[in-house]
Structure formats: C-alpha cells, structure tokens
C-alpha cells in the first residue's frame, strides 16, 4: 500500500508539472517576452497579467552606436484576424549607451492584444532610419 501512495504522488506531480508546462507556453499565457535588435539599438519587453484585453508591460530600448541617432520602442500587437496594431513609441534621446526603461499597461476592449511584441528602431528627426528596424513577438 505503501508503494501504491508513493506512485500515485509521483505520477500526480508529473501531471501538474506537465499541465503547467503546457499552460506556460500556450500562446494565450500569462506572461512572456520579446525582443531584438538592430544595428543601434537594442530592446525588450516583458508581458505579465497577459489576457486578450489587458497587460502590463515592463520595457526598455538602448542606444548601442554613436551615430547621432535617437532609439525607440514600440508595443505591437494583433487581434484573432490578425490585423496589426501599432502603439505609441517612447523615445530615447541621451546617445551611445543611454537606456529609457518604462512600466505601463495597454488594455482594449476588441480582444486586440491576442499576440503582443516589440518594435526597436533608430530615428533621425521624425523618422525611422531605413532599414534600422527589428521586431519580435512574445
């Protein structure tokens, strides 16, 4: 009887254990991250609290060249169609090696924020840098 308790409490702990895993990773989690860089710039979110309507955000972009550009970063995001939603940038401005890091939330009410990820560009002006740009999706 012994043996019987030590297996059906192993067998129950690799059951949750799966069951976690599978719930962590399936695209409608909880939490992830993304990120990427360029030639320039460097930047990553993380997403927790994550549901198709709502999320927090925890960020930051780095200027990794002095080129007298400024660097950005950007929420994206899609709905189940996927149409692709571009979200504010934050700006930073301070040069090689300076680092804006940032907590917020974006929510909708469309079930817009299905798939979310980041977009790092560099800028010069009001404009992106062409080619100067990377995305990722968490």
Same mark, same amino acid.
């Given at each position: ?9 192993? $067998? /129950?702990? #690799? ?5 976690? !895993?599978?719930?962590?990773? &399936?695209?409608?989690?909880? =939490? %992830?991250?993304?990120?990427?860089? $360029? /030639?320039? #710039? ?5 997403? !927790?609290?994550?549901?198709? &309507?709502?999320?927090?955000? =925890? %960020? ?79």
């Amino acid at each position: 009887m012994g043996n019987t308790w030590k297996r059906l409490s192993v $067998t /129950t702990v #690799a059951a949750v254990a799966i069951f976690a !895993t599978t719930t962590v990773t &399936n695209a409608s989690a909880a =939490s %992830g991250g993304a990120s990427c860089s $360029t /030639t320039g #710039a460097t930047g990553s979110m993380t997403f !927790t609290n994550w549901s198709s &309507n709502y999320v927090d955000i =925890s %960020g930051w972009v780095k200027d990794t060249a002095a080129d007298s550009h400024h660097v950005a970063i950007q929420l994206i995001s899609t709905n189940s169609l996927p149409n692709v939603t571009y979200w504010p940038w934050r700006h930073e401005y301070g040069g090689n090696g300076a680092t804006l890091t940032f907590t917020t939330h974006a929510s909708t009410t469309d079930g817009s924020l299905r798939d979310v990820g980041v977009h790092v560009a560099v800028w010069e002006g009001d404009h992106i840098v062409g080619g100067l740009t990377c995305s990722d999706w968490a």
